[in-house]
């Protein structure tokens, strides 16, 4: 892993990679978009079905939904960087700590080159990734969605200065929970005050 410099060879790393069995439902690569250098990075889980056939990242209904808080949020999606922590689709499975291990090595080195000074985990599993790389105490998504924590990076980035980190419910906890939406609007229109 230490010759993956540059986002392209990540790409190209993820796309060959059959590191684990979701490799077998990979239709396309699932990576990354938005600026190699944005300030706010957004993190998912893994790419839904609609992702996996057309490569893109939050196109289906909890794409639509993501938009919309990124609206209330103030936010230009263009000036993002989103990704997943696991980038092939998973199919039926369930996603469980060997394939968060195993596929995690991609994401930690995007976020070496990116160096986002505001990382957004969306859901309970990339929260508690997150939570977990930067040694902040894991705590569940009901309780701490829309607060804001502290890490310090050290030289890892080189930025001098501390990273943060909100942790947000995964926009399509709104579409299985309809009685989130509203709570899940109120921690987005609140975040532009952190940003
Ligand atoms: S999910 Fe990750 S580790 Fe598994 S095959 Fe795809 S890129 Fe490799």
Redesign the pocket.
């Known amino acids: 892993m230490t010759s993956l410099n540059s986002l392209n060879e990540i790409l190209e790393a993820?796309k060959n990679?059959?590191?684990?069995?979701?490799?077998k439902f990979?239709e396309k690569t699932v990576f990354g978009e938005g600026k190699d250098d944005a300030s706010v990075m957004l993190i998912g889980l893994?790419p839904g079905k609609k992702e996996n056939l057309t490569g893109r990242l939050f196109i289906g209904p909890s794409g639509i939904f993501l938009n919309e808080l990124l609206q209330l949020a103030k936010i230009n999606r263009e000036l993002l960087y989103i990704t997943n922590i696991?980038?092939?689709h998973?199919h039926t499975y369930s996603i469980g700590q060997k394939?968060i291990t195993?596929?995690s090595?991609?994401l930690d080195k995007q976020l070496e080159i990116v160096k986002p000074k505001v990382i957004i985990p969306l859901g309970s599993i990339a929260t508690q990734y997150i939570l977990g790389k930067y040694n902040l105490p894991k705590k569940r998504i009901s309780k701490i969605h829309g607060r804001l924590f502290k890490a310090s990076i050290g030289d890892l980035f080189n930025t001098g200065r501390d990273i943060k980190i909100i942790p947000m419910f995964h926009p399509a906890a709104a579409l299985r929970t309809p009685e989130l939406v509203e709570l899940i609007k109120k921690d987005w229109q609140e975040l532009y005050k952190e940003l």
């Open positions: 993820v990679c059959k590191k684990c069995k979701f490799y990979r893994s696991i980038k092939c998973a394939e195993t596929c090595i991609y």
